[in-house]
C-alpha cells in the first residue's frame, strides 16, 4: 500500500480507492501531516487540505494529537431510555414521571383549530409571544423565535448551519448522550472541557476555544450527567471567556428550563456574533411530543429556518397546539408540582446516601443525580444489576477518557427503594475496594 499524489484532491482520491479496495481498513492511521508530506514532497498544507476532505466525506476521522484514523461503518452510539421488559427496577432511563406529563387529547379537548396548510404562520401565534415574554429576560435585544424538533434536533441544525465537518465543538466532560451522537454522526469533533459542581469551567473552555473550537455548547442547568447548574460566578467567567471569542457560535442548551430549581444566568456575552438559547419542553410533556423553542439572533434564525425548510420548515401545529394549552393554561399545567416531585426525590435518594456514608454532589438538578466513583463504573453497574438495579455507568458520558460515575434517574424512585439502594450501593463499593 503505497499513498500517492502531488494535489489535496489526488492524495485524496488515492487514500479513497485505497479504502474502496480494502487496502486501508476500519482503524488504521494515516500517516502524520508532516510525515506524508516530506515522503511525496509537497507541502504539508496540501496534505492537510487531503484530510480534512477525507473526515467531510466521511472516509477518515481526526483524532486530535492521535491523528487521523479511517472509519468504519457508524455505529449507533449509546442512546437514552432502556427496554421495558426489564425486570430491574430502571433507574437508567434518563426519562420524565409518566405521572407528569399530558394526555395529549385531553389538552386538544374544546380547541378546535383549522388545518394549517402551506403558507401558514410557522409558529403559532400564541405561543410564539409566550416564548417571547419567556425569553426576553435571558437574551440580547433583537432575537428571532424559531421551533424544532427538540432540543438534540436544534443543536445539528444550528452546527450544520456554520461548521464543516472536522470542526470542533466545546462540550462539557463528560457530556450529555445526545450530543455526543449528534457531533459524531455530522462528522464534528467533540473537544471535551473539563466540570465540576458549578458547571463548564472556564479555564478549560479557554484552552478549548484557543485550540480553535469553533462552536460551544453550554448546559446552564440540570446538566446531563451529573446534574450540576452554573451559579452567578461561573456564568460570569464564562461569559467573559466567551467575549473574546466572538466569532464562537454559542449555544445554550437550557433543557430542563420548565422544571428547573436552579435559577438561569446568561453566558451569552454582547460581543457575540452568532447565538442561540434552545429550551426544551420534552421534560415536562413527554420526548414524544418533540419540541424545542430556540431564541437566537437574526443571522443565526434565518439560517435554522433555511436548515428547517426542507422539512417542509414547520414543526407540527397539532404538536404546537398541545403545547400552547399546556403552557398557557394554568388550570391544567401542572409544572410546579412536578417540579416539587422531582425535587423530592433527588433530596430523598441524596439523603439516603449520605446516610450510608457515601457522598454525592449538593444541588444536583433534573431527573437524575450522579454518583462519582473511583473505580470501573460498569463493573458496579453490574453488581448492582445483579442487585436488581439498572443504573448508567458512567463511561459512555466521556469525551476525552470514560467518565468515572454511575448515573441514577430519580424521576420514579420510591421513598424505600432510594433506601435499599443506598444500602446496596455501599455494600458494592466496600466490596469493590
Request: with cysteine; net charge neutral.
Amino acid at each position: 500500500m503505497k499513498i500517492i499524489g502531488n494535489t489535496s484532491a489526488e492524495i485524496f482520491d488515492c487514500i479513497r480507492l485505497l479504502v474502496r479496495t480494502g487496502q486501508l481498513q476500519q482503524g488504521d492511521l494515516l500517516p502524520p501531516v508532516r510525515e506524508l508530506a516530506a515522503s511525496l514532497d509537497v507541502n504539508r498544507n496540501t496534505v492537510a487540505a487531503a484530510y480534512k476532505r477525507l473526515v467531510a466525506a466521511g472516509i477518515a476521522a481526526t483524532q486530535g494529537r492521535l491523528g487521523t484514523v479511517i472509519r468504519g461503518d457508524d455505529v449507533l452510539g449509546e442512546q437514552e431510555g432502556t427496554h421495558h421488559d426489564s425486570p430491574l427496577v430502571d433507574l437508567a432511563g434518563g426519562n420524565p414521571n409518566p405521572e407528569w406529563l399530558p394526555n395529549p387529547a385531553a389538552m386538544l379537548a374544546n380547541r378546535p383549530r383549522p388545518p394549517r396548510l402551506y403558507g401558514a404562520a410557522v409558529v403559532n401565534p400564541e405561543l410564539e409571544r409566550h416564548a417571547r415574554d419567556w425569553f426576553s429576560p435571558d437574551c440580547p435585544a433583537g432575537f428571532a423565535i424559531d421551533l424544532t424538533h427538540g432540543a438534540v434536533d436544534a443543536v445539528e441544525r444550528l452546527l450544520s448551519a456554520y461548521l464543516a465537518p472536522g470542526d470542533q465543538v466545546a462540550v462539557e466532560d463528560p457530556c450529555f448522550l445526545g450530543s455526543i451522537n449528534t457531533l459524531r454522526t455530522a462528522g464534528f469533533e467533540a473537544a471535551g472541557v473539563a466540570i465540576d459542581g458549578q458547571g463548564m469551567r472556564a479555564d478549560a473552555l479557554e484552552a478549548v476555544l484557543e485550540r480553535g473550537a469553533q462552536a460551544v455548547i453550554i448546559t446552564p442547568r440540570a446538566h446531563n450527567p451529573t446534574g450540576c447548574s452554573l451559579g452567578a460566578t461561573r456564568a460570569r467567567a464564562l461569559r467573559s471567556v466567551l467575549s473574546r471569542y466572538p466569532h464562537v457560535l454559542v449555544i445554550v442548551d437550557d433543557h430542563f428550563a420548565l422544571l428547573a430549581e436552579s435559577p438561569y444566568h446568561n453566558v451569552i456575552p454582547r460581543q457575540t456574533q452568532r447565538w442561540a438559547l434552545v429550551r426544551s419542553l420534552s421534560k415536562a410533556l413527554g420526548p414524544d411530543l418533540r419540541l424545542a423553542l430556540v431564541a437566537a439572533d437574526a443571522q443565526t434564525s434565518n439560517r435554522l429556518r433555511l436548515r428547517l425548510a426542507g422539512g417542509t420548515s414547520w414543526v407540527s401545529h397539532v404538536l404546537q397546539d398541545i403545547a400552547e394549552a399546556y403552557l398557557l393554561d394554568p388550570g391544567r399545567n401542572r409544572l410546579a408540582d412536578a417540579r416539587a416531585d422531582y425535587a423530592r426525590r433527588r433530596e430523598r435518594l441524596a439523603d439516603a446516601l449520605h446516610a450510608e456514608g457515601i457522598d454525592v454532589a449538593d444541588g444536583a438538578d433534573g431527573l437524575n443525580l450522579w454518583l462519582p466513583l473511583a473505580t470501573d463504573s460498569q463493573a458496579v453497574a453490574g453488581e448492582l444489576a445483579r442487585l436488581g438495579w439498572l443504573v448508567r455507568a458512567g463511561d459512555a458520558f466521556g469525551i476525552a477518557d470514560a467518565a468515572r460515575g454511575v448515573r441514577i434517574t430519580i424521576s420514579t424512585l420510591l421513598p424505600d427503594q432510594a433506601s435499599r439502594l443506598a444500602k446496596d450501593l455501599r455494600a458494592t463499593l466496600e466490596r469493590r475496594r
